[in-house]
């Protein structure tokens, strides 16, 4: 074999073992807590602990790597909502996406320290939210009192309902969600009776954490 077929095979490996990892260190977060020693995702990726560390050199970089995706495919999910035709079900999709599809994992945004680089992913993010919040509070579909901050909350409380093992019948959850999604329409909604959250104060509980965690 050739250099430059054997250099994408590599590339393909790294990339397989990459996905392996965060798929695996997803599931394990959510089922045992971000206290979770990464020999177990490491065994549960089916990769040696040499090959995980060699991607990722500790627990806080892994939390970065899943944190980043979770950030990233936020951002693709709001942007492709934007391009169904009627808004009401653009949201709806963007809302299940996010919740279905085991995007982010609760909990792990306050267990390391966040960098610059993902201050400034999270205000990408939930720009790109907002443009779909006020694009469905524009037709009427979305009640008007809430911003992309008060969405992205909704949906980590959202996945960690998901990631919770609780013994219900079948449904549960998709009722609860209609629920949910019931209370975020626009006509008859009770108004809340505190202020939205802006970027400031996203951006003074990033720094927070990373006063907490030096």
């Known amino acids: 074999m050739s250099p430059e077929p054997q250099t994408r095979a590599r590339r393909s490996d790294a990339y397989r073992n990459d996905e392996r990892i965060l798929v695996a260190a997803r599931e394990v977060f959510a089922e045992l807590g971000v206290d979770a020693p990464v020999s177990a995702i490491a065994e549960r990726a089916g990769v040696g602990m040499s090959a995980l560390y060699r991607r990722?050199?500790?627990k806080d970089d892994l939390m970065r790597a899943i944190m980043r995706d979770t950030m990233e495919r936020t951002e693709r999910e709001a942007v492709r909502a934007l391009d169904v035709p009627d808004a009401w079900a653009g949201f709806l999709g963007f809302v299940h996406a996010c919740t279905d599809t085991g995007i982010g994992v609760p909990g792990i945004s306050g267990a390391f320290r966040p960098t610059e680089e993902m201050l400034a992913r999270s205000k990408r993010a939930r720009e790109a939210?907002?443009?779909l919040v006020e694009r469905t509070q524009k037709e009427g579909g979305l009640r008007a009192?809430?911003?992309?901050h008060d969405i992205v909350f909704l949906l980590?409380?959202?996945?960690s309902q998901r990631a919770a093992k609780v013994i219900a019948p079948p449904g549960v959850r998709e009722r609860l969600m209609g629920v949910?999604?019931?209370?975020?329409?626009a006509p008859n909604a009770t108004p809340l009776i505190t202020r939205p959250g802006t970027w400031e104060d996203m951006h003074d509980a990033w720094r927070a954490a990373q006063r907490e965690h030096p």
Request: glycine content about 10%; proline content about 5%; hydrophobic content about 40%.
């Open 180 to 185: 949910v999604l019931d209370g975020l329409r």
């Open 145 to 148: 009192d809430i911003n992309a």
């Open 156 to 159: 980590g409380e959202l996945r």
């Open 56 to 58: 990722y050199p500790s």
């Open 129 to 131: 939210v907002q443009v």
